[in-house]
Nanobody
Framework: VQLQASGGGLVQAGESLTLSCESS????????MGWFRQAPGKEREFVAA????????LYADSVKGRFTISRDNFKSTVYLQMNSLKPEDTAVYYC????????????????????WGQGTLVTVSS
């Protein structure tokens, strides 16, 4: 599985941005998808995750109510809609995938994901 993230950029505080992550192959629906981020000098942290069918989502407290994860299994793409962006959201954002059974719990630990995209930089100015 190869993941290609895109959509990062420079925005002002309060603005919105949508990240995309496209997967290669034809088994996208078998993977739980996650978004993580890493700010300069900090460890990679969980942002959001979505179940294989898209019926369940999990968010970090810091983004709950502002970010929305979604997926289109026909397009093999997962999205991260980010609203009301804050300077503290500035980071490199990574998409990740792990192959799990349909009923598996969503994963928040980066070590549990097997495949990673290259990252896309989001910079939020104040």
């Amino acid at each position: 599985v190869q993941l290609q993230a895109s959509g990062g950029g420079l925005v002002q505080a309060g603005e919105s941005l949508t990240l995309s992550c496209e997967s290669s192959g034809r088994t996208f629906s078998q993977y739980v998808m996650g978004w993580f981020r890493q700010a300069p000098g900090k460890e990679r942290e969980f942002v959001a995750a979505m179940s294989r069918s898209g019926d369940r989502a999990l968010y970090a407290d810091s983004v709950k109510g502002r970010f929305t994860i979604s997926r289109d299994n026909f397009k093999s793409t997962v999205y991260l809609q980010m609203n009301s962006l804050k300077p503290e959201d500035t980071a490199v954002y990574y998409c990740a995938a792990v192959r799990l059974i349909m009923t598996a719990n969503l994963k928040t630990d980066a070590s549990e994901y097997d495949y990673w995209g290259q990252g896309t930089l989001v910079t939020v100015s104040s």
